[in-house]
């Protein structure tokens, strides 16, 4: 039986096992070693600090993901089926690690956020542009 997400030590678990998965996948790996280049020892301490801020509240990621995102579209169109994928990949490291109340919390914020990203980015307003 796995145990819950209960500190730092266990986001960066769930995140380093996370981009693993990415870094392979033949749908969204390409975006991410190809396209945006990931810088990886820079982009996970951000990743376990906005993983740590969504499920306990610390306050510790300062960041703009929406334009981070939308700077990311521009450089390739991001797809209905990017997200579903990358939603598919973490839902299931999370599951596959972890089990219990923050574990599910995770998991709503992952669908959340990747809700939020996906109607800005692929459906955007046109009446916001004015």
């Given at each position: ?11 960066m678990?769930?995140v380093?096992?996370f981009?693993?998965?990415?870094k ?7 975006i991410?070693?190809?396209i945006?280049?990931v810088n990886w020892?820079k982009?996970l301490?951000v990743?376990y600090d ?9 306050g510790?990621?300062?960041g703009d ?8 579209h521009?450089?390739?169109a991001?797809?209905?089926?990017h997200?579903?994928?990358?939603n598919t990949?973490f ?9 219990g109340?923050?574990a599910?919390l995770?998991?709503?914020r992952a669908?959340?956020?990747s809700?939020?990203l996906?109607s800005?980015?692929l459906?955007?307003?046109?009446n916001?542009l004015l």
């Open positions: 039986m796995n145990t819950d997400i209960e500190h730092r030590e266990d986001i678990r769930l380093n096992t981009y693993e998965k990415v392979q996948d033949e749908v969204i790996g390409y991410f070693n190809d945006a280049n020892e982009h301490p990743m906005f993983w740590e801020n969504a499920i306990f509240y610390t510790a990621y300062r993901p929406m334009n981070i995102h939308r700077n990311l521009h450089l390739t991001l797809t209905k089926a997200f579903d994928r990358w990949l839902l299931a490291t999370v599951d596959e690690l972890f089990s109340e923050k599910e995770a998991k709503q669908l959340s956020i809700t939020v996906q800005k980015i459906y955007p307003d046109p916001s």
